[in-house]
DNA sequence: CTATGGCACGGATT
DNA sequence: AATCCGTGCCATAG
């Protein structure tokens, strides 16, 4: 009934293989570089506007209403929808045609700067005095991400209690990079804190440590801090590890401009996701949808003008006319190529685990690259480049990179987390290993630790048993 | 003696 | 071919 664009794809020349194997492996924001930088060498190529849906702004098909917004009772709720979308609330640099009717600078492709990428995220949660509160709040930041005002200051400015300043503030930490817009940085690290805890396990007085002794917690002097605090010196230092490796006291300073996250951080904030997966009209019995992620305002095509001008092209200027028109066209179909690929990988993907995405981490089902590849009937590699460097947004708002579908451990990992936070005394890895094997897992009890470390969560003599 | 972490090996995965 | 992951063995801490 919803029928992709699909077109037929053709038998590949090398080059055409060669590019579409470089692209699929691209995360948006790259192939955002990427078709960017062609459009701009490359006068073959052009991009148009294309009607959008007026509710929700996807991309509509060349007639009719939007699929999604018009007839939702249409869909089958076992089956997901899986679609290319131009984004351009989750892609502010997305590339726009630069037409008529709208000012270029609108939605122009220079790069954001903080301020404005902050109050983009929010922007539809705050009403307009509100909207202002954040705006001025966000052009006093420091390069760090930290406010160089008081909320005291903004308040009397504004004229409003301080209570709305705050909830204002409280609303920009929580936005992308977390901890933004704090006061200090012990501000910005309770904040990520707050917003870790919700998803994760925390260690016990980590936040205590913050609130009470970040002078000493700057100055790396744990032992001091331990005693002052009168907690074991094991338990500053696994707070401390913790704070070091997941918290950023710099909101500002860390990953701007840097797509990728430091290696070893495991703080699940990453800009924006390559894939996102909801619920149709946010309805928990409703198909899922699932959107990829084109960062692209409009349609990608060879401009028509340029193809039929090539026959009277100035005779010096034909072979390069003719090369470009060449690689235009090589360029759409390899982009075409790609959102297939991407599509139909995503759409099993969904269906396979798609209890991991609405019930949890407890019910990935293991799933390796090569079964799925064997399924699709394409290469293992080309599943590896699609699912590489990639994010998903999962209807519960977090975004976890694309591979976490193939984690062979992450179910098991989940139900050792619940395990342990439900015990009632202490349990020995070993002992974990017995109950992990009635749940059906079958581990050794040398795995068990390294899953505990990989949680973060401390050997059975160090945990006092707590709810 | 038990529980745990380090190192390293082998097989699977990419 | 390179990398990741589970596991076994051994040293060490409690």
Redesign the pocket.
């Known amino acids: 009934m919803f029928q992709l664009p699909f077109h037929t794809i053709r038998p590949a020349t090398t080059a055409h293989l060669a590019q579409t194997m470089t692209m699929l492996s691209l995360t948006a924001e790259e192939l955002r570089q990427q078709i960017e930088s062609e459009l701009a060498a490359n006068p073959a190529l052009e991009l148009i506007n294309e009607r959008r849906c007026p509710t929700c702004h996807r991309l509509l098909p060349k007639q009719g209403l939007c699929p999604i917004c018009s007839q939702p009772a249409l869909f089958d709720s076992s089956e997901p929808v899986v679609f290319i979308s131009p984004r351009e609330d989750f892609y502010p640099g997305s590339i726009s045609p630069q037409s008529e009717d709208l000012p270029v600078d609108n939605f122009s492709i220079a790069t954001e700067d903080l301020p404005t990428y902050v109050l983009r995220q929010i922007a539809s949660e705050l009403d307009a005095s509100n909207r202002k509160i954040a705006a001025f709040l966000l052009t006093h930041l420091d390069e760090d991400g930290l406010l160089t005002i008081s909320l005291l200051e903004v308040a009397r400015y504004y004229h409003v209690p301080l209570g709305d300043v705050e909830r204002v503030q409280r609303i920009i930490q929580r936005a992308d990079p977390v901890g933004v817009g704090s006061s200090s940085p012990k501000d910005a690290l309770l904040s990520q804190l707050d917003i870790l805890s919700e998803t994760r396990l925390i260690p016990p007085h980590a936040r205590e440590l913050i609130q009470s002794g970040m002078d000493l917690l700057s100055r790396h002097q744990l032992s001091e801090l331990a005693r002052r605090m009168k907690v074991p010196l094991r338990q500053v230092q696994q707070a401390y590890r913790f704070i070091s490796e997941n918290l950023n006291p710099f909101p500002g300073r860390a990953n701007w401009g840097d797509v990728r996250q430091p290696a070893n951080s495991r703080l699940d904030v990453f800009h924006r996701p390559d894939v996102i997966i909801s619920y149709l009209e946010g309805d928990v019995e409703k198909p899922l949808i699932v959107e990829i992620i084109l960062p692209l305002n409009g349609t990608l095509r060879v401009n028509p003008v340029f193809k039929k001008a090539i026959h009277e092209a100035p005779e010096e200027n034909k072979d390069s006319w003719k090369s470009d028109l060449e690689r235009a066209s090589l360029f759409v179909k390899c982009l075409q190529q790609r959102n297939h690929t991407m599509q139909r990988l995503i759409h099993r993907l969904v269906v396979l685990q798609r209890e991991f995405i609405v019930k949890g981490e407890e019910f990935l089902k293991p799933v ?3 079964q799925l590849s064997k399924e699709l009937e394409v290469h ?2 080309t599943i ?1 480049r699609a699912v ?1 460097n990639k994010t998903v947004q999962l209807p519960n708002k977090r975004i976890i990179p694309l591979s976490s579908f ?4 992450l179910n098991v990992r989940t139900v050792l987390c619940n395990l342990i936070s439900q015990e009632q005394r ?1 349990l ?4 974990l290993v017995d109950l992990l094997e009635e749940y059906g897992y ?6 068990v ?2 899953y ?2 990989m949680e973060g969560i ?4 160090l945990r006092q048993a707590s709810s």
């Open positions: 390796t690259r090569v293992e590699s590896s590489a193939f984690d062979r451990s202490p020995s890895d070993s002992e079958k581990v050794a009890r040398r795995t630790a390294k505990r470390a401390l050997p059975a003599h």
